[in-house]
């Protein structure tokens, strides 16, 4: 509002000045001045030395109304051998004065000029504002507005000068007002945004209330009644149940779409689309390192069922490792976000508080991870979850089996060993994978030193190893990936790699949870500074107490 006021003001200032100025242009007073006021003096002996002085005062103490309404204000100053006078008076601007018209009257102020009068110095001035007469100028240049060119010239420029201010405020009012609308639509999406972000947290709350935490989106199923109207684009994927493609999801009435990703299982994937489709379900899934689920759908017409997420242009992370060595902060993104999705999936709070059934994923691997646009990461592919609910029996956490891709199983799970007794033990097994993709991400930062090719863990094994060789490699030999010496150079690279073994580590109950190296990744926040030292006093981050001794 402040800032409206000033161009306003000013407008209206200069129009108001320019409608005054108009109408004294002139040089006439206005219709309200009827007489002129003038100085009116005989005859006064003066000090004022004309052109030497450049400007002086007469003398003169008398001020007239003037007798007549034409009269105006007129002074002479005379030089004569070494007497100076000057005489004020009233005189009809339409009559001879000593000879000469008056050609000046319309002035402001009374500017001398000289005349020829043989045997004297003569100037003389008229004017037609109150006692304009007394203060004499001599000065060859007239003080700005009285000369009739200035006039001519500032009428003349007037209405330009006018529109230019009118534009360039109108300019500014457009900008000001554009600016201020700007800042509030940018306030009420970010109002809007956090509002979002704390309504997927809380509002939930409203469901729970008169349901179990399990319920459904509303439209996490359309039972074939009204299908979404998407168009099939590239396929993106392909993985053991089910291909992903990348989609259109047309938006109603136009020709604006929303891309979107289709995962398609066949009429046989039907148990792996069921499990999948309720596990996304969960409401308490959502989260910003979980892969964002829009709906479910039965595709009767294809004999297919089909799930309808988020798109991720980057793709999966091992797609990525694959064609790009990533720096120490992307590193720390994407560890950071990946550790922190699985400590969602596993935690049986909500960030808001509330109670979640706990889910474990069971097929973590660098495929399974999606990157997103900021480079942090999503979870993917809940074909194999499984949702830790209290009520499940030994029996049923028995019969769910040894299952996973083999190169990223558990040595535990390679040897069909989980303790069903505890539901920890599932969460131990997604982190031992975990570990596999963390050490995955080092490999290929650039701030380990020589970074090679991107190859998977235990990369020399075959494209798909089996249950049998994974048994060799990690309970056989204790086998891990290898975390070379020339990694250590960097402070962070050593923590992550800390991490990483505290979480391969071969007894379950000794790997860190995914919380806890969430929160070492947060704190490794300020370890991009002391890249490149292999000597620094800098303090590594002590973990965080409630990991102490796992
Ligand atoms: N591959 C598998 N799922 C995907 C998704 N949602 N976005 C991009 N690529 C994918």
Request: negative net charge; hydrophobic residues 35%.
């Amino acid at each position: 509002m402040e800032r409206l006021r000033f161009p306003v003001f000013w407008c209206g200032t200069i129009l108001f000045g320019s409608l005054v100025f108009i109408s004294h242009t002139d040089g006439r007073p206005n219709m309200y001045q009827l007489r002129n006021v003038c100085k009116f003096c005989d005859l006064q002996p003066t000090d004022c030395n004309g052109t030497d002085s450049g400007s002086c005062f007469t003398n003169c103490s008398i001020t007239a109304i003037c007798p007549q309404d034409d009269d105006v204000c007129v002074s002479i100053w005379r030089k004569k051998d070494d007497n100076v006078t000057i005489e004020t008076l009233c005189h009809n601007r339409s009559q001879e004065l000593y000879g000469y018209m008056l050609d000046d009257y319309k002035n402001r102020k009374c500017q001398m000029k000289e005349k020829k009068v043989p045997g004297s110095q003569f100037y003389i001035c008229s004017c037609s504002e109150e006692e304009c007469n007394h203060h004499l100028f001599f000065s060859p240049w007239a003080p700005p507005g009285d000369s009739p060119f200035m006039s001519v010239i500032l009428v003349s420029l007037m209405p330009l000068f006018v529109l230019a201010v009118l534009v360039v405020s109108t300019f500014y009012c457009y900008r000001v007002c554009r600016q201020s609308k700007l800042k509030s639509d940018w306030e009420t999406r970010k109002r809007g945004r956090r509002g979002q972000r704390d309504s997927d947290v809380c509002n939930i709350m409203i469901d729970d209330d008169r349901s179990d935490s399990s319920s459904t989106h509303a439209n996490s199923l359309n039972h074939n009644t009204e299908l979404l109207p998407i168009e099939l684009d590239l396929q993106v994927g392909k993985g053991r149940f089910a291909e992903v493609y990348k989609a259109k999801l047309k938006q109603s009435a136009s020709e604006q779409f929303e891309t979107v990703a289709v995962k398609i299982f066949a009429a046989e994937e039907y148990a792996s689309w069921k499990n999948e489709k309720d596990i996304f379900s969960d409401i308490n899934l959502k989260h910003e390192n979980v892969l964002h689920f829009l709906t479910a759908e039965e595709r009767k017409a294809e004999k297919q069922y089909w799930l309808i997420t988020a798109y991720h242009p980057r793709g999966n992370l091992q797609e990525y490792l694959t064609h790009h060595v990533i720096s120490w902060e992307d590193l720390w993104l994407l560890g950071g976000s990946l550790a922190r999705g699985v400590a969602h999936l596993h935690s049986d709070l909500t960030p808001c508080g509330r109670p979640k059934v706990p889910i474990a994923h069971r097929d973590l691997k660098s495929s399974n991870v999606l990157v997103k646009n900021d480079l942090t990461c999503c979870l993917c592919d809940f074909g194999l979850g499984l949702r830790l609910d209290s009520s499940l029996s030994v029996d049923e956490l028995a019969n769910s089996g040894q299952v996973g891709t083999a190169r990223y199983m558990a040595p535990e799970v390679l040897e069909s060993r989980i303790n069903l007794e505890n539901i920890e033990s599932f969460k131990q097994t997604d982190v031992y994978s975990m570990a596999l993709v963390l050490w995955e991400m080092t490999s290929r930062c650039n701030a380990i030193g020589e970074v090679k090719d991107y190859e998977p863990p235990f990369g020399k094994l075959r494209e798909h190893p089996c249950v049998e060789s994974m048994k060799d490699s990690v309970l056989r030999d204790r086998g891990r990936p290898e975390i070379p010496n020339s990694w250590m150079n960097h402070q962070g690279i050593q923590v992550v790699c800390g991490t990483i073994e505290d979480c391969w580590d071969h007894d379950p109950e000794a790997r860190l949870t995914a919380q806890c190296v969430a929160e070492r990744f947060n704190d490794m926040e300020h370890l991009d500074k002391l890249s490149d030292r292999s000597c620094s006093q800098e303090k590594i981050p002590e973990d965080c107490s409630v990991c102490e001794g796992k």
